[in-house]
């Protein structure tokens, strides 16, 4: 499911992506998994949004990259980059991150969210 939302708080209405069972700002914020807030460090955090907003799409390494840092690296270096982020990511979502279900692997590409 690929719904955006608005929801009126006391600062005035704050736009919220909802895919699959993920949740967040679109400005940034906490993000939610079956109902529960992902704790993450800032760059993953920054690459978890990056595949909730594309999801169900793929996101290269270098855009979660860019999305994380604001930079841009070659490929290996960013594939590399991306590797850590979501081991980090696959172990606080993941329930056994060796064997991922919602975080996929494409290979040659990226990483996507799987939200079905």
Request: charged share 20%.
């Amino acid at each position: 499911m690929d719904d955006n939302h608005s929801i009126e708080n006391t600062e005035g209405p704050t736009h919220v992506i909802q895919k699959g069972t993920f949740l967040m700002e679109a400005c940034g914020g906490p993000i939610f998994y079956l109902g529960r807030e992902i704790d993450l460090p800032p760059c993953a955090k920054a690459c978890l949004a990056a595949l909730v907003r594309r999801a169900p799409e793929a996101v290269s390494y270098q855009e979660l990259v860019r999305q994380a840092l604001g930079i841009r690296l070659n490929w290996i270096d960013a594939q590399d980059f991306a590797l850590w982020r979501i081991t980090r990511i696959r172990q606080a979502i993941e329930p056994d991150p060796h064997h991922p279900t919602c975080v996929i692997s494409v290979p040659g590409v990226g990483y996507r969210l799987n939200v079905e």
